[in-house]
Structures are given as C-alpha cells and as structure tokens.
C-alpha cells in the first residue's frame, strides 16, 4: 500500500511538501513516482525516482521548482513543491514499480490514493 498526503490550498508562489509512506511490499526495491490528474485529463507523470534515490527526472514544466527525495528507511518518498502555479492544481498521486524510473502511469504497479492539490488566490 502507499499513503499519499500533504496536499491543501495554497496561494500561488507559496510551497507544499507531499509525502508518500509505503507498507506491505519491499520498499527499497522500488522505484517511486508522482503523477497528478485533473479531471478530463490523463494522468501525467511529474517526476520519478529511482530505488536508491541515485536517479530522478521531471516533467518540464515542475524543473526548478519541484524536488522528489526518498527515505528508504522510513519507507517514504518526498516531493518538496516550491513556487506553486494555478496549473499545478491536480490529484497527486504516489506509484511504485519494480525496475526502471518512468514517467508512464500505465507502467506502475501500486497506487496510493491520491491528494489534492489546490493553487489558487
């Protein structure tokens, strides 16, 4: 399972800290993903991190301003979002996979269940 939770309303310019803590599988041997929805819309991927923390990658619109870290002993990944947009506004998600950081929702195995982000004045 994942716990997904952080989320809120938030003035644009302002930060959240999301935080994802996983149970029942082996964590370290997991890579970990953020993906967000509106509705309407596919989800997207916002960033990813490897299982050791040693790899990440962001969609182009949250570089500079988002960060994912991880806690592999706290079974907890992190994603530090700074200087909020309207366009931010979405259900995050937190995923988890085995292999290879990515992207693609369709490629995730667990799903955490998701908070909401909101940005708006």
């Known amino acids: 399972q994942l716990q997904a939770s952080g989320g809120g309303l938030v003035q644009p310019g302002g930060s959240l800290r999301l935080s994802c803590v996983a149970s029942?599988?082996?964590?370290?041997?997991?890579?970990i993903g953020w993906l967000r929805q509106v509705p309407g819309k596919e989800r997207e991927g916002v960033s990813c991190?490897?299982?050791?923390?040693?790899?990440?990658h962001y969609e182009e619109t949250v570089k500079g301003r988002f960060s994912i870290s991880r806690d592999n002993a706290k079974k907890t990944v992190y994603l530090q979002m700074n200087r909020l947009e309207p366009d931010d506004t979405a259900v995050y998600y937190c995923?988890?996979?085995?292999?290879?950081?990515?992207?693609?929702?369709?490629?995730?195995?667990?799903w955490g269940q998701g908070t909401q982000v909101t940005v708006s004045s």
């Open positions: 991190i490897s299982r050791t923390g040693g790899s990440t």
């Open positions: 995923a988890a996979r085995l292999g290879f950081i990515t992207m693609q929702a369709e490629l995730y195995t667990y």
């Open positions: 029942g599988f082996t964590f370290d041997d997991y890579a």
